[in-house]
Each structure stands twice: as C-alpha cells, then as structure tokens.
C-alpha cells in the first residue's frame, strides 16, 4: 500500500511538474517573439527622433549592459543551480539561505558598483576609445553610460525575483510581468517623444521602468512566499559558497560566449569586406533571434531537470528531453524552411537590399543546419550546467571558440561567409553528441544510486 502511495505521489508530481514546464515554455516563445515586436516597433520611433547621430551614440550607450552584467559575478546563475537543487530536496530553509546571503551579497555589489560606475563612466575620456563628432556627443557618451550602468546595479538584487520563479519552475509568471515590462518601457518611451524629452532624459525615464517594475516583484514575491523572504539570520557563509560553487564557472562560459560573439566582427574586418560584414551581421541577427527563442523553451525546464534528477525520477527526464528535442528541432526546421527555399529573396526584402555574396541552397541548407545543431548543443549544455556538470561545459566552449576564429582566418577568404556558420554548426554537432552521451551517462548512474536508496 506504501509503495502504491509513494508511486502515485511521484506521478503526480511529475505531471504537476510538466504542466508548470510547458506553461514557462510556451508563455517564454510567446512572450520573447512580443518583446522582439516591440524592440522592432521602438527602433524607428526612437531613430526617428534622435536622429542617426544620437541614436547611434544611444545604441553604444545601451551595448554597455551586456557587459555591466557580467559585475553580478554569476551569482544569479549559481543560484539558480543551489535554489533548484534545494527545492527538489524540499529544504527550504537552504532555499532561504542562498536567497537572503545572494540579495545581501547582490546589494553589497550594487552599492559598490554604482560608485566605481559612476567614477570610471563621468572621468574617461570616451572619445579616445570610442569615435564622435563633437566634444559635446562625447559628453553625452559619458553620462548616458553612468545612466544605464547605475540604473543595472540598482536593479540588480531584485533581478533574484527571476532567480525564485525560474527554480521553482514558475517562470510563465516572470515571463507575463517581462512582457508587461517591455509595453510599459515603449509607452514611457512615446510619452518621451511625445514631451519632446532630451536623450539623457529619455534614456533615464526608460530605464527607470525596468528597476520599478523589479522592486514591486520582489516585495510582492516576499510577502507571498515565505522561503523567499530575506532575513538577516539566514545570511550563510556557507550559503554563499554553495552558490559560488556554480557562479564562478558559469561566469567563465559567460565571458567566453561574449568574447566569442564579439571577436567575429573583428576577425571578420582582416580577413574580408565590409560589405561582407554587413552581411555577417545579417545572418548573424536571424541566427541570434532563434538561438535566443529556442534557449527560453530549453531553459524553461532546467529547473525542472533538476528537481527530478534529487528525486531520482531519471525516466521522467529521459522522456521530457526526447519532447523537448523534438519540439525544438520541429520548430526550427519549419521557421528554416522558407530560408532554404528562398532565404535571398526574404533578406533583400527585409533589409531592401541584396547580400553582397548570395548563398545557394547548399548555402541556406548548411545555415539552417548550423542553427538546429546550435539550439541543440546548447539545450543539452545547459541541462549539464543545471547538474553541475559545468568544467567539460568551459572547455568545449573554450575549444569551440579556438576552432572557430582559426576557421575564420584561415578559410574564411577563400570559401566566404558561409564558412563561419559551417564551423559553427560541426562544433556544435561534436559537442553535442558528446554532453548527450555525458548526461544518459550521468543519468543513469543516479538511477543506480537512487534505486540502491530506495
């Protein structure tokens, strides 16, 4: 009678669990293809009013975030992976410790960072580093910088919100309040123009929504949820090394995956054209919108990997990540389709003009290809950084990004763009077959260990 209990315990939750998951999925495909309309809709609204000038100093203003979040030294992720594996032990007085020691130590960062920010962004000579016409426009360089940077770091302990959904596999609830996020942002945005505000005053009141709508989350989120209330007694030593365990390596893949994405374009300009460039940039923007759709279904369920390898539910994952595969490699092949059957004529339209070196169907063939191989890598990479599998992780990215810029200079000229993407999707390829067989390993090991418990 006991074993019957425990079983149908176990199955429902599991299905309990893969309701949340598919919900997170597909409110993450949803939203994340809303936000990308609106980012889309802003950008003519708010080139139109600047003008080329102050939009392009605008969009090297607000190209300075990508960096700015790398000063949470992955904490956030590494509390993902701690929070993750303590729900799925149902320790919540751990979950309270790794919550309340990462907001005191994302609060000490951000107090911090805001004074360094402040200093370095007001007191360098922008100009030297970064080209504009005037004096004036480096000046406004300057502010703009400190403005989205100080605004990052007062945002940056509430962003645990995201954190506490994603582990807790709610994250269709984060999902809705990012989208509400965004609309506010594109109202305040018109607003702005509408009042005719001047750029430091449109780039202040934009970014302030961000930071409003994150606060109100996570005193919202405190008062619902009791595990996630910060208390000063919870504050760990040890909680912070468990989190650190996973943050340190995780910032490692982080730094390599953006200084990979950033060195293309200047391998790129010594080996080949401008024009050619711009091309690159082309497909590269196809390729990061479908990377960036798939990878919110796959990280959807992470938590959701996790929460089931504690509680030794290893078929559960082997089935869940067959669908997820199938449904990621299904959506892909369909939005790829019409890249294939005619990818040059859909860009020409998009952009209004031709690629400088067209690519044949070979060509679109080994593209779509290369994003599928990606997507999938990827997906499989996380669930293994989710398990703690994160070394192998750094050294196939890290080894990934070797074979790639020697591709890019050592054959890029002779064989053109196409070579890039290529090299992407065999990297790819290699490293996926090698994390799924690393991971059914890893799984079925925890299935030993587990049935030996019970």
């Not at 054959?411 to 993407?421: K, N, R, V, W």
Request: charged share 10%; net charge positive; hydrophobic share 55%.
């Amino acid at each position: 009678m006991m074993n019957m209990d425990a079983s149908n315990l176990s199955h429902e939750r599991s299905h309990r669990r893969s309701r949340r998951l598919k919900w997170s999925a597909l409110t993450g495909l949803f939203c994340s293809g809303a936000i990308a309309f609106i980012s889309i809709f802003s950008a003519p609204i708010t080139i139109n009013y600047l003008g080329k000038d102050l939009y392009g100093i605008w969009a090297i203003i607000t190209s300075f975030l990508t960096w700015a979040q790398l000063f949470d030294f992955g904490i956030l992720n590494g509390l993902t992976n701690a929070l993750s594996e303590a729900l799925g032990r149902d320790d919540f007085i751990a979950a309270r410790r790794y919550i309340s020691t990462s907001f005191l130590a994302t609060t000490l960062i951000s107090i911090v960072g805001i004074i360094i920010w402040t200093i370095g962004s007001l007191h360098v000579s922008w100009p030297i580093f970064i080209r504009v016409d005037t004096a004036e426009q480096g000046i406004l360089l300057g502010k703009g910088i400190c403005i989205v940077g100080c605004f990052f770091f007062l945002t940056l302990p509430f962003l645990l919100t995201y954190r506490v959904f994603h582990a807790s596999q709610r994250l269709y609830i984060y999902h809705v309040v990012s989208l509400a996020s965004y609309l506010l942002t594109l109202v305040t945005l018109i607003l702005g123009v509408h009042l005719r505000l001047a750029m430091l005053q449109l780039l202040f009141v934009t970014s302030a929504v961000p930071l409003a709508i994150q606060a109100f989350c996570w005193f919202f989120l405190s008062k619902k949820v009791i595990w996630a209330r910060f208390s000063w007694k919870c504050v760990h030593l040890d909680a912070l090394k468990r989190v650190a365990c996973s943050s340190g390596p995780i910032l490692v893949i982080q730094l390599i995956s953006i200084i990979t994405s950033q060195m293309i374009p200047i391998l790129l300009t010594s080996v080949t054209t401008l024009k050619e460039v711009a091309d690159f940039s082309i497909l590269w923007k196809i390729y990061l919108f479908a990377f960036f759709m798939m990878g919110n279904i796959s990280t959807a369920y992470n938590p959701g990997f996790r929460d089931a390898f504690e509680r030794g539910e290893i078929n559960w994952i082997k089935k869940t990540l067959k669908r997820l595969i199938s449904f990621q490699a299904f959506l892909i092949v369909l939005g790829g389709f019409p890249l294939i059957i005619a990818g040059n004529a859909i860009i020409a339209i998009w952009i209004r003009m031709p690629l400088e070196q067209p690519l044949g169907f070979i060509g679109w063939l080994a593209y779509v290809l290369c994003v599928l191989f990606a997507v999938l890598n990827c997906t499989m990479g996380s669930i293994l950084v989710i398990l703690e599998k994160i070394v192998p992780q750094i050294i196939i990215n890290l080894l990934s990004s070797i074979a790639l810029f020697i591709g890019i200079t050592k054959t890029m000229s002779q064989f053109g763009l196409i070579t890039i993407f290529i090299i992407i999707g065999l990297n790819s390829l290699i490293s996926f077959c090698y994390s799924f067989r690393s991971l059914i390993n890893m799984l079925n090991k925890q299935g030993e260990v587990y049935n030996l418990k019970t």
